[in-house]
């Protein structure tokens, strides 16, 4: 499966941002899917997860109240939506998705074979 994410953008401190991750290639209406995102200088880090009937969703600490994992399965999309944004949050952020973690851990990025290529987050003060 092909990702594509998007949404990403400039936006001020306490403001809201919708990211969205489209795939293409096949359904992944069976995938679990998530999203993590990097920092310069940081190593990539887990923020949402989703499993694939919407079940169940977990969220980093970091972002738990403010951030919202959903999929529309018959759009072949999953999306993140971000309030309360504020510069912490200014990072990469990419999508990932595997129908069977390979790690059995939904929120380790060794979980996930297939990678979108990003899209940017600034968030400014």
């Known amino acids: 499966v092909q990702l594509q994410a998007s949404g990403g953008g400039l936006v001020q401190a306490g403001g809201s941002l919708r990211l969205s991750c489209a795939a293409s290639?096949?359904?992944?209406?069976?995938?679990?899917v998530a999203w993590f995102r990097q920092a310069p200088g940081k190593e990539r880090e887990f923020v949402a997860a989703?499993?694939?009937?919407?079940?169940?969703?977990y969220c980093a600490d970091s972002v738990k109240g403010r951030f919202t994992i959903s999929r529309d399965n018959a759009k072949n999309t999953v999306y993140l939506q971000m309030n309360n944004l504020n510069p912490e949050d200014t990072a990469v952020y990419y999508c990932?998705?595997?129908?069977?973690?390979?790690?059995?851990?939904?929120?380790?990025?060794?979980?996930?074979?297939?990678w979108g290529q990003g899209t940017q987050l600034t968030v400014s003060s």
């Open positions: 990932a998705a595997e129908i069977f973690l390979l790690s059995n851990n939904i929120r380790a990025r060794e979980s996930y074979g297939s």
């Open positions: 290639g096949r359904s992944f209406s069976r995938d679990a």
């Open positions: 989703i499993t694939w009937s919407s079940r169940n969703t």
